[in-house]
Every structure is written in C-alpha cells, then in structure tokens.
C-alpha cells in the first residue's frame, strides 16, 4: 500500500515568490494535516481536513497561507508571498478519522529554503 | 506553539548500549504517542499510550504513560545502528477540537 506522498521533496524560492506544495494521503484516509517542522523542532500544526471540509486551521497564517482540499482527497498547500521565515520542512499527514486513537502517517515532507 | 519538553536534546551512545529519554508537559495529556523520524523522512509512530500508568513494549522498545498525565518516557535496550535518528514524543487531550502536541525531539548517535 503506498503511503503519504508529497511533492516536490525540496523547493529553493526568492523572497516575495509564492509556492505550492501538494500532498495524496493514503487510500480511505478522511483526515488529511498539514505540519511545519523548523529546524530543530518537532512538528507543528498548521491546518486538519475531515473530507473537504477544514475543521482546524486555528495555526494557519492566513494572511500568506492557503489550502485546500477540493474533491476530499489530494490536497495544497499555498504560502504567497513567502518570507525568510517560512524557511521549514512541510510534513502533510493522514489518518482513517481525526480521533485521538486514529494513527496519523506522515509523508516525507517538503523542505523549503526561501532566500 | 507549544512544543513538550524533551530531555536529553542529544545523545551518543555506543552500539549495545540501553537508552533513556523522557517527556513532560505542563498540562494533561490523556495520550501519549512516541515517534522515530530518520533524515529526510516523515515522522513513524512507535508507541502508543492510552492509559496513565500504563506500561507497553514494541520489541526492544518500552514506554510509559506517567501517573500524573504530565510524562511519558521511552527507553531502548541493547541499541543497535538503525535506531539512530530523532525521537519525538507527543501528547493528545482527547477532548474537543484539540490536536496533537509534538516534543522537542531527542537526537540519537550511535558511535562506532
């Protein structure tokens, strides 16, 4: 069964650019999360889906970043513009359901290094 | 955010040798979850721990659910290269719309 996948693994932009980042969580996984893990940290929640629908986006800059998750499944993720400190790997998760006991799979992230 | 206290931030063990790290929070968790993230990867949950007192074993791995809620540990028997990496641990309250809250990570070097 295949996992978490993400893309692209790396992206190197300039300040001010925007970028995407596009997560398929495992096949039948309603609950899809996006992560921000900086340098030397664990991670951290930016924003959880049951479905389409996004039922946590508590953590979310939303005055640079996006997301969405259209038809319940694929999944993106928008930072524009990027700043500096955006500079993080993005881990994108899914699980069966949102619970506590529902075993979240992480992808391999996306690192990103703004310039 | 909020990120649980791990300790130690680093270790550097030699092959064979068991390893100790543990968690604390300042607030209730009511699960505790221990992941293992090698480099260039996404974090892969280990344990899991639903139950304060609460004591399980994945192979050479054991962890516990501290009584008062507030910390978990993890230790490793007899280390062997592959458990090189970081190892997180996280804590869920199980109420509401709350999430999981990740550690800080502690960094495992095993030295030739």
């Known amino acids: 069964e295949a996992g978490v996948v993400q893309s692209p693994r790396y992206k190197i932009i300039e300040k001010k650019q925007p970028v995407a980042f596009w997560c398929n969580p495992i096949?039948?996984?309603?609950?899809l999360y996006w992560y921000r893990q900086n340098l030397g940290q664990g991670p951290e929640l930016l924003i959880r889906?049951?479905?389409?629908?996004?039922?946590?986006d508590s953590q979310l800059p939303k005055d640079r970043f996006s997301a969405e998750r259209l038809k319940g499944v694929d999944s993106t993720l928008k930072i524009q513009p990027a700043e500096l400190g955006d500079s993080a790997v993005y881990l994108c998760?899914?699980?069966?359901?949102?619970?506590?006991?529902?075993?979240?799979?992480f992808g391999p992230g996306t690192r990103l290094t703004v310039l | 955010g909020q990120q649980l206290n791990q300790s130690p931030q680093s270790m550097f063990i030699q092959e064979g040798e068991d390893v100790s790290m543990n968690c604390t929070s300042s607030s209730i968790f009511n699960t505790w979850l221990w992941y293992k993230q090698d480099p260039g990867e996404g974090p892969v949950l280990l344990i899991a721990l639903y139950k304060a007192g609460e004591l399980t074993s994945n192979g050479r791995l054991t962890a516990q659910f501290g009584i008062t809620r507030k910390d978990s540990f993890l230790n490793i028997s007899a280390s062997i290269p592959s458990d090189v990496g970081i190892y997180f641990c996280?804590?869920?309250?199980?109420?509401?719309?709350?999430?999981?809250?990740f550690g800080t990570g502690t960094r495992l070097t095993i030295i030739p």
């Open positions: 889906y049951e479905n389409e629908e996004a039922v946590d």
């Open positions: 996280a804590g869920h309250p199980n109420f509401g719309n709350e999430k999981l809250t």
């Open positions: 998760a899914s699980s069966l359901a949102g619970g506590s006991t529902d075993t979240q799979y």
């Open positions: 096949s039948g996984h309603n609950t």
